[in-house]
């Protein structure tokens, strides 16, 4: 297909002048990562990775999913405030899903405890891809909502810097003055900002609950100086150190180290490795304090791939969002094709159906982070063998959305420079804040644009296979 920047990209001088510049580029504005070597240093660091070029987006589209983001993070707040929703949506996933059900049994032990949380805070990344499976104009679809540890809004605040920058490299100042100025990073320490803020007490902290391995420290430290410029004090822990050293007092208030603390940032706890038996106990600990958890483990539990399936039967979104009909049809046109693998007649036919026709399909357990996923041959493998066993419930089927390739190069440290055919996933961040039954915040706070090699028909910036890049709209 003709891309977007064919005529400049002749020559392949051009093209090595242009990523030599880039790399700097990312380095000046700080779209940093920390090396596979020595993911907790920063004494040497290295650029993370990002196209080349700018890729294209249909500006009807991109429009579209700002203008359903506020739709999405009243959805996801109903569904946490939703026990009986949440309870019949997960109750197939929770009898073969341990990870799912260790999550949810720590829902169900907070309620019943009474919550001490009155302050909640949401920040969530809905996921998209341009669908031209059908004939007509490409339709936005959505791939997920993030509702933990969403991330890459720090550096994607910094991208079209370093976009801009290769574009008037490559004698195109025009272009590069319509890329769209972003900064996620300020609109979530916004949301931060404000629970810290409703949480009531100036000597309290933030806390990023951050992972073993911070090889995206610095997405972390975009956010997290943001609101040191506000002159909130952030301190960065990990489960360990919850469990050591973290304590609630009388009236439920979280101490770490004897500071008290407002909000609870999770980057981390959103895959069945960032627990072993301690980790669990600190989540707990956390879930039952009066902090503000960002998010609260029902809101974590609303964004599992169940809940998404659920939320596509007919009738759905009218229980959890009565009245609001327009927000309901903005909402229900970004869907794909969705369906439950739960026993009985409506999943022994999707599943004969998945299988007589794997490419039409993916296959979803309840993981999060990419690589997960099943495809192809591959689906119809485990489909054949799972098909009629209980497990097979612990996945869901979702039809297979398929992007137009376009041509770019994904800059990689220590990689050779190539040309490869590649497709965009869209990600809006949303904010939101409620104090009690009052919702007091509710944005959308920019977006992200992850780009990848078609051979890859799974994974995330951090798994190594989706790269940084910014939408040029079109
Ligand atoms: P994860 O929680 O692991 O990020 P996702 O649902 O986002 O799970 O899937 C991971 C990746 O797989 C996506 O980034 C996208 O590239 C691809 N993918 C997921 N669902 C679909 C789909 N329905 N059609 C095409 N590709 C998909
Ligand atoms: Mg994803």
Same mark, same amino acid.
């Given at each position: 297909?003709?891309?977007?920047?064919?005529?400049?990209?002749?020559?392949?001088?051009?093209?090595?002048?242009?990523? $030599? !510049?880039?790399?700097? &580029? *990312?380095?000046?504005?700080? #779209? =940093?990562?920390?090396?596979?070597?020595?993911?907790? @240093? /920063?004494?040497?660091?290295?650029?993370?990775?990002?196209?080349?070029?700018?890729?294209?987006?249909?500006?009807?589209?991109?429009?579209?999913?700002?203008?359903?983001?506020?739709?999405?993070?009243?959805?996801?707040?109903?569904?946490?405030?939703?026990?009986?929703?949440?309870?019949?949506?997960?109750?197939?996933?929770?009898?073969?899903?341990?990870?799912?059900?260790?999550?949810?049994?720590?829902?169900?032990?907070?309620?019943?405890?009474?919550?001490?949380?009155?302050?909640?805070?949401?920040?969530?990344?809905?996921?998209?891809?341009?669908?031209?499976?059908?004939?007509?104009?490409?339709?936005?679809?959505?791939?997920?909502?993030?509702?933990?540890?969403?991330?890459?809004?720090? $550096? !994607?605040?910094?991208? &079209? *810097?370093?976009?801009?920058? #290769? =574009?008037?490299?490559?004698?195109?100042?025009?272009? @590069? /003055?319509?890329?769209?100025?972003?900064?996620?990073?300020?609109?979530?320490?916004?949301?931060?900002?404000?629970?810290?803020?409703?949480?009531?007490?100036?000597?309290?902290?933030?806390?990023?609950?951050?992972?073993?391995?911070?090889?995206?420290?610095?997405?972390?430290?975009?956010?997290?100086?943001?609101?040191?410029?506000?002159?909130?004090?952030?301190?960065?822990?990990?489960?360990?150190?919850?469990?050591?050293?973290?304590?609630?007092?009388?009236?439920?208030?979280?101490?770490?180290?004897?500071?008290?603390?407002?909000?609870?940032?999770?980057?981390?706890?959103?895959?069945?490795?960032?627990?072993?038996?301690?980790?669990?106990?600190?989540?707990?600990?956390?879930?039952?304090?009066? !902090?503000?958890?960002?998010?609260?483990?029902?809101?974590?539990?609303?964004?599992?791939?169940?809940?998404?399936?659920?939320? /596509?039967?007919?009738?759905?979104?009218?229980?959890?969002?009565?009245?609001?009909?327009?927000?309901?049809?903005?909402?229900?046109?970004?869907?794909?094709?969705?369906?439950?693998?739960?026993?009985?007649?409506?999943?022994?036919?999707?599943?004969?159906?998945?299988?007589?026709?794997?490419?039409?399909?993916?296959?979803?357990?309840?993981?999060?982070?990419?690589?997960?996923?099943?495809?192809?041959?591959?689906?119809?493998?485990?489909?054949?063998?799972?098909?009629?066993?209980?497990?097979?419930?612990?996945?869901?089927?979702?039809?297979?959305?398929?992007?137009?390739?376009?041509?770019?190069?994904?800059?990689?440290?220590?990689?050779?420079?190539?040309?490869?055919?590649?497709?965009?996933?869209?990600?809006?961040?949303?904010?939101?804040?409620?104090?009690?039954?009052?919702?007091?915040?509710?944005?959308?706070?920019?977006?992200?644009?992850?780009?990848?090699?078609?051979?890859?028909?799974?994974?995330?910036?951090?798994?190594?296979?989706?790269?940084?890049?910014?939408?040029?709209?079109?």
């Amino acid at each position: 297909m003709a891309g977007l920047w064919d005529a400049a990209l002749r020559g392949e001088a051009a093209v090595r002048r242009a990523a $030599l !510049a880039a790399v700097d &580029a *990312a380095l000046l504005e700080g #779209v =940093l990562m920390r090396t596979e070597a020595e993911p907790n @240093a /920063s004494d040497v660091v290295s650029f993370a990775p990002f196209t080349l070029l700018p890729s294209a987006v249909p500006s009807a589209l991109f429009r579209q999913a700002y203008a359903v983001q506020q739709d999405f993070n009243l959805l996801v707040d109903a569904i946490s405030q939703d026990r009986e929703f949440l309870e019949r949506a997960l109750a197939s996933t929770v009898k073969v899903d341990d990870f799912t059900a260790r999550l949810f049994r720590i829902h169900l032990q907070v309620l019943e405890e009474g919550l001490a949380q009155s302050v909640f805070l949401g920040i969530n990344r809905s996921d998209y891809m341009f669908d031209c499976g059908a004939p007509g104009a490409p339709a936005l679809k959505q791939i997920e909502i993030n509702t933990i540890a969403a991330s890459f809004g720090g $550096l !994607a605040s910094r991208t &079209a *810097a370093v976009h801009g920058r #290769v =574009l008037k490299e490559l004698g195109m100042a025009e272009e @590069a /003055s319509r890329l769209l100025p972003n900064n996620p990073s300020e609109g979530l320490a916004s949301g931060i900002a404000k629970a810290w803020e409703l949480y009531g007490s100036r000597s309290a902290v933030v806390m990023f609950l951050v992972e073993e391995v911070q090889r995206n420290i610095f997405d972390q430290r975009c956010v997290e100086n943001e609101l040191w410029n506000r002159n909130i004090r952030v301190i960065r822990k990990r489960f360990r150190d919850v469990f050591e050293k973290g304590s609630l007092d009388e009236a439920r208030r979280l101490y770490m180290d004897g500071q008290e603390v407002a909000v609870v940032y999770y980057r981390e706890g959103y895959v069945p490795t960032n627990y072993n038996q301690q980790n669990w106990e600190a989540r707990l600990l956390l879930e039952r304090s009066r !902090a503000v958890k960002c998010p609260d483990i029902a809101t974590q539990l609303a964004g599992t791939k169940k809940v998404q399936q659920e939320l /596509s039967r007919p009738g759905t979104l009218e229980k959890l969002l009565p009245g609001r009909t327009e927000a309901i049809a903005r909402i229900r046109a970004t869907f794909a094709g969705l369906y439950s693998l739960d026993v009985g007649e409506e999943g022994d036919k999707i599943a004969a159906t998945a299988i007589a026709n794997p490419d039409q399909f993916v296959l979803k357990p309840q993981r999060e982070g990419g690589g997960n996923n099943l495809y192809g041959e591959e689906l119809r493998q485990v489909l054949e063998k799972i098909k009629d066993s209980p497990e097979r419930t612990s996945y869901i089927l979702m039809d297979k959305i398929q992007p137009q390739p376009t041509r770019n190069y994904l800059l990689r440290a220590h990689s050779p420079l190539k040309a490869s055919e590649c497709v965009s996933e869209l990600g809006i961040f949303g904010v939101y804040v409620r104090q009690g039954k009052e919702l007091v915040m509710n944005e959308a706070a920019g977006h992200l644009l992850r780009t990848k090699a078609v051979e890859h028909a799974d994974g995330g910036v951090a798994a190594g296979v989706a790269v940084l890049d910014t939408p040029y709209l079109v």
